[in-house]
C-alpha cells in the first residue's frame, strides 16, 4: 500500500489547508487512518486518526482547529486545519493502521505517507 498525501503549503496564521491522503489500494478501507506531524527538531507526533467507524480522535493542541474525515469508498483521508498558527508548522504524515482502530500510538500504524509540509509565518 502506498500512501500519497498533498495540500500542504505556506500559509500566514489565522488560515486554512486541507491536507488530503490517498491510499494505493483499497486496503485501507477496513483500517484506521492517521495523521502525524514532525516539527523542525522535534519527534513526530499524533494529529488526528479516524476509525473504519468513523469514530474520530485529536490531539490537545489541535481540538477545535482541525478535522479529520474520510472517503471510504476512494481510501482517502482528509485533515481541514483551521486556525493555523506558527506552531503547526511541520512535516505532515498520513498513515493506515494495522486495525479498525488506532490513536496515537505510532505502532498502531503499518503504512506511512512520505510527508508534506505546512509552513505557517505569523
Known amino acids: 500500500v502506498q500512501l500519497q498525501a498533498s495540500g500542504g503549503g505556506l500559509v500566514q496564521a489565522g488560515a486554512s489547508l486541507r491536507l488530503s491522503c490517498t491510499a494505493s489500494r483499497r486496503t485501507a478501507s477496513n483500517n484506521a487512518m492517521g495523521w502525524f506531524r514532525r516539527a523542525p527538531g522535534k519527534e513526530r507526533e499524533f494529529v488526528a486518526s479516524?476509525?473504519?467507524?468513523?469514530?474520530?480522535t485529536y490531539a490537545d493542541s489541535v481540538k477545535g482547529r482541525f478535522t479529520i474525515s474520510r472517503d471510504i469508498a476512494t481510501s482517502t483521508e482528509y485533515l481541514q486545519m483551521s486556525s493555523l498558527k506558527p506552531e503547526d508548522t511541520a512535516v505532515y504524515y498520513c498513515?493506515?493502521?494495522?486495525?479498525?482502530?488506532?490513536?496515537?500510538?505510532?505502532?498502531?500504524?503499518?503504512?506511512w505517507g512520505q510527508g508534506t509540509l505546512v509552513t505557517v509565518s505569523s
Open positions: 479516524i476509525s473504519w467507524k468513523g469514530d474520530v
Open positions: 498513515a493506515v493502521g494495522r486495525s479498525s482502530f488506532a490513536g496515537a500510538d505510532q505502532s498502531q500504524y503499518r503504512y
